[in-house]
């Protein structure tokens, strides 16, 4: 008996598209958009990201560098005080029933969260940002977006580069 192939919704990773705006609830709960949770149990790691934001990691996504993580020696000391940081920033969470995670105080700080938050698809990640943040630094010129995806297609092997040239 031939075995049926997966359709392409199986096969997909989490990438992640758009910009919404939530608020806060008083417990500190921010609802995840409802096409960005694939799984009945949606679970991602928070931890302190670049430009005063959180950074949320679809579990599949940080799965990969936890097992990076399991092969250099918790005993080497540079490795030990970077792990003890992870450690100590992150924040696994797991959607409730409503789609909400809740964001620890330390980390609703170090972002400068306040009632309005803006959740942006970040490809791969989704960005927590403040809207006074979001508003000020991340919104930009719609060509830059255009230039990006141009030399992207020119020079598809230095993605890296490419990106590093970004400001």
Same mark, same amino acid.
């Given at each position: 008996?031939?075995?049926?192939?997966?359709?392409?919704? $199986? +096969?997909? !990773?989490?990438?992640?598209? =758009?910009?919404?705006?939530?608020?806060?609830d008083?417990?500190?709960?921010v609802?995840?958009?409802?096409?960005?949770?694939?799984?009945k149990?949606?679970?991602?790691?928070?931890?302190?990201?670049?430009?005063?934001?959180?950074?949320?990691?679809?579990?599949?996504t940080?799965?990969?560098?936890?097992?990076?993580?399991?092969?250099?020696s918790?005993?080497?000391?540079?490795?030990?005080?970077?792990?003890?940081?992870?450690?100590?920033?992150? $924040? +696994?969470? !797991?959607?409730?029933?409503? =789609?909400?995670?809740?964001?620890?105080?330390?980390?609703?700080e170090q972002?400068?969260l306040?009632?309005?938050?803006?959740?942006?698809?970040?490809?791969?990640?989704?960005?927590?940002?403040?809207?006074?943040?979001?508003?000020?630094?991340?919104?930009?010129?719609?060509?830059?977006?255009?230039?990006?995806?141009?030399?992207i297609?020119?020079?598809?092997?230095?993605?890296?580069?490419?990106?590093?040239?970004?400001?």
């Amino acid at each position: 008996m031939k075995q049926a192939s997966k359709s392409i919704i $199986q +096969e997909e !990773e989490n990438f992640f598209f =758009g910009e919404f705006e939530h608020s806060l609830d008083p417990q500190r709960r921010v609802a995840i958009p409802s096409n960005w949770r694939k799984e009945k149990k949606t679970t991602f790691f928070l931890l302190p990201g670049r430009h005063n934001t959180l950074q949320l990691i679809p579990f599949s996504t940080f799965r990969e560098t936890l097992m990076k993580f399991k092969k250099i020696s918790f005993a080497d000391p540079a490795a030990s005080l970077a792990f003890a940081r992870l450690g100590a920033s992150g $924040q +696994e969470c !797991e959607c409730d029933k409503q =789609g909400r995670i809740q964001i620890p105080q330390k980390l609703i700080e170090q972002a400068g969260l306040k009632n309005q938050v803006v959740m942006i698809g970040s490809l791969t990640t989704i960005q927590i940002w403040s809207k006074e943040n979001w508003n000020l630094f991340g919104k930009s010129d719609q060509n830059d977006v255009l230039d990006v995806i141009q030399k992207i297609g020119e020079r598809p092997d230095d993605l890296k580069d490419i990106l590093k040239g970004l400001k």
